[in-house]
């Protein structure tokens, strides 16, 4: 089991910026990868950032070069910082971890979601 407590959503205005941190239960070393996703009014949660294990970073292409997405394995964290945000970036942001299950099989947990509003 693992435990995900988000925090640092609010409401900015367009071009403002925020930092979203994730705390997980137990060390993120033994995450096969933890990641942002963010689900916007009447739509499907979508992936924002991932990071990897071996700290590898990918990103949705609506947010390249304004997201970065980094982890602190001594506290256990990882956050989001959120540059150049636009009305588009508006919905509820999730923190995920992705654990290894087994041989070829893998557990998603969900910490609770924080709202980010961006008022344009």
């Known amino acids: 089991q693992v435990q995900l407590v988000e925090s640092g959503g609010g409401l900015v205005q367009a071009g403002g910026s925020l930092r979203l941190s994730c705390a997980a239960s137990r060390s993120i070393f033994s995450m096969n990868a933890m990641g942002w996703y963010r689900q916007a009014p009447g739509k499907q949660r979508e992936l924002v950032a991932i990071i990897t294990s071996g700290g590898s970073t990918n990103y949705a292409d609506s947010v390249k070069g304004r997201f970065t997405i980094s982890r602190d394995t001594a506290k256990n964290t990882v956050s989001l910082q959120m540059n150049s945000l636009k009305s588009e970036d508006t919905g509820v942001y999730y923190c995920?971890?992705?654990?290894?299950?087994?041989?070829?099989?893998?557990?998603?947990?969900w910490g609770q979601g924080t709202q980010v509003t961006v008022s344009s």
């Open positions: 995920n971890a992705n654990v290894l299950a087994g041989y070829l099989s893998t557990v998603d947990y």
